[in-house]
């Protein structure tokens, strides 16, 4: 029996499958429409999953479970064709996966905090109405309800809320990447809003591992997937600069609207669920993404230095180091 995780080829898709083959011991079928960079030793299917495809139909009908995490992420995007290529990714692509998946298999639906619309400065719980603010939310708000639908069928489904996930490979597009570049290369860093902004960073080692808890527990419904913690984009700010040793020259541009100025997770339901309390340490989490992807650093022992989840799991599986 296998695991399909979809959206291999992404940043959470790519950490996970190594989390899964090399940390968990778990079979996986990995399913992405672009080539993955670095996933060896793994069943690849290239595939766009808002089409119809035999190979990926029998995948999702043999597998013991679906972690889907395939999608148009980022609430900043613009252009033309955005509106259609979020719709096709975010919302036909997951209806197709819930379709082609057998009632019993139990799927993981990424979905996001941005659903939430912000924080007023109280955790965000899953039994709040949605606020989505702009394309994205809605999209998310859209695949969320798609879940419920099945679930009303008597299908096995949960929609994860992932709360800005960071680690290695973040995607190039997210605050701390863009960070990590542009003071490695003694450029200005441009912050949206304000550094008194806050936000629920959640480790990437922690997301993989909540995202395999919730299908092994067959957990129903929505799961928020962040710490509790909130942390100000100064502090963020920080840790990259002691991490790189350089001092950041911060250009301040005025927030999207879409953007909201805090978020955070009510992560209860997460720890009842599954057991699981994530837990991020930032400058641990900073110091191992730059070295990600920028190579050893000054005074580097980042990757001896684990990521201790406040349960036995995460204590257990962070400190083995794989991801
Ligand atoms: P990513 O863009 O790095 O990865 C998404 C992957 O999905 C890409 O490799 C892309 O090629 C693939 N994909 C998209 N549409 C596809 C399709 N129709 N068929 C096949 N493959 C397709 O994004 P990520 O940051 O790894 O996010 C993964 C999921 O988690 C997304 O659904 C995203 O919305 C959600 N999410 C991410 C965050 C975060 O902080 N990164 C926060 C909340 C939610």
């Given at each position: 029996?296998?695991?399909?995780?979809?959206?291999?080829?992404?940043?959470?898709?790519?950490?996970?499958?190594?989390?899964?083959?090399?940390?968990?011991?778990?079979?996986?079928?990995?399913?992405?429409?672009?080539?993955?960079?670095?996933?060896?030793?793994?069943?690849?299917?290239?595939?766009?999953?808002?089409?119809?495809?035999?190979?990926?139909?029998?995948?999702?009908?043999?597998?013991?479970?679906?972690?889907?995490?395939?999608?148009?992420?980022?609430?900043?995007?613009?252009?033309?064709?955005?509106?259609?290529?979020?719709?096709?990714?975010?919302?036909?692509?997951?209806?197709?996966?819930?379709?082609?998946?057998?009632?019993?298999?139990?799927?993981?639906?990424?979905?996001?905090?941005?659903?939430?619309?912000?924080?007023?400065?109280?955790?965000?719980?899953?039994?709040?109405?949605?606020?989505?603010?702009?394309?994205?939310?809605?999209?998310?708000?859209?695949?969320?309800?798609?879940?419920?639908?099945?679930?009303?069928?008597?299908?096995?489904?949960?929609?994860?809320?992932?709360?800005?996930?960071?680690?290695?490979?973040?995607?190039?597009?997210?605050?701390?990447?863009?960070?990590?570049?542009?003071?490695?290369?003694?450029?200005?860093?441009?912050?949206?809003?304000?550094?008194?902004?806050?936000?629920?960073?959640?480790?990437?080692?922690?997301?993989?591992?909540?995202?395999?808890?919730?299908?092994?527990?067959?957990?129903?419904?929505?799961?928020?997937?962040?710490?509790?913690?909130?942390?100000?984009?100064?502090?963020?700010?920080?840790?990259?600069?002691?991490?790189?040793?350089?001092?950041?020259?911060?250009?301040?541009?005025?927030a999207h609207h879409d953007d909201p100025a805090a978020t955070l997770a009510d992560p209860t339901r997460l720890t009842q669920t599954t057991g699981i309390r994530p837990h991020t340490n930032i400058p641990g989490l900073v110091?191992?993404?730059?070295?990600?992807?920028?190579?050893?650093?000054?005074?580097?022992?980042?990757?001896?230095?684990?990521?201790?989840?406040?349960?036995?799991?995460?204590?257990?599986?962070?400190?083995?180091?794989?991801?």
């Amino acid at each position: 029996m296998t695991i399909v995780v979809t959206g291999a080829a992404g940043f959470i898709g790519a950490n996970l499958v190594r989390y899964l083959r090399e940390t968990a011991g778990r079979d996986i079928v990995a399913i992405d429409r672009r080539e993955p960079t670095s996933l060896t030793g793994v069943k690849y299917l290239r595939a766009d999953l808002s089409m119809p495809s035999d190979g990926v139909e029998k995948a999702l009908g043999e597998a013991e479970a679906i972690l889907h995490l395939a999608g148009f992420p980022g609430v900043r995007e613009r252009g033309p064709d955005v509106a259609g290529r979020r719709h096709r990714d975010n919302v036909i692509a997951t209806r197709r996966v819930l379709e082609s998946t057998p009632p019993d298999t139990p799927i993981v639906v990424t979905s996001s905090s941005s659903v939430y619309g912000g924080s007023d400065g109280t955790p965000c719980s899953e039994d709040q109405p949605p606020r989505p603010r702009g394309g994205y939310a809605e999209s998310k708000v859209l695949a969320e309800r798609l879940c419920a639908a099945r679930a009303a069928a008597g299908g096995a489904v949960v929609a994860a809320r992932l709360f800005t996930v960071a680690g290695e490979g973040q995607r190039p597009d997210m605050a701390l990447s863009r960070w990590v570049k542009a003071v490695a290369a003694e450029q200005p860093v441009h912050v949206y809003g304000s550094l008194e902004r806050t936000r629920d960073i959640t480790d990437v080692r922690d997301v993989c591992i909540s995202l395999l808890a919730l299908a092994d527990n067959r957990v129903q419904g929505v799961v928020n997937v962040g710490t509790g913690t909130p942390h100000t984009l100064r502090d963020m700010l920080a840790a990259v600069e002691t991490a790189l040793g350089r001092v950041a020259q911060v250009e301040v541009r005025p927030a999207h609207h879409d953007d909201p100025a805090a978020t955070l997770a009510d992560p209860t339901r997460l720890t009842q669920t599954t057991g699981i309390r994530p837990h991020t340490n930032i400058p641990g989490l900073v110091r191992r993404q730059a070295v990600a992807a920028l190579g050893p650093l000054a005074g580097d022992d980042s990757d001896r230095r684990p990521n201790v989840g406040s349960s036995p799991e995460l204590s257990a599986t962070g400190a083995s180091h794989d991801l």
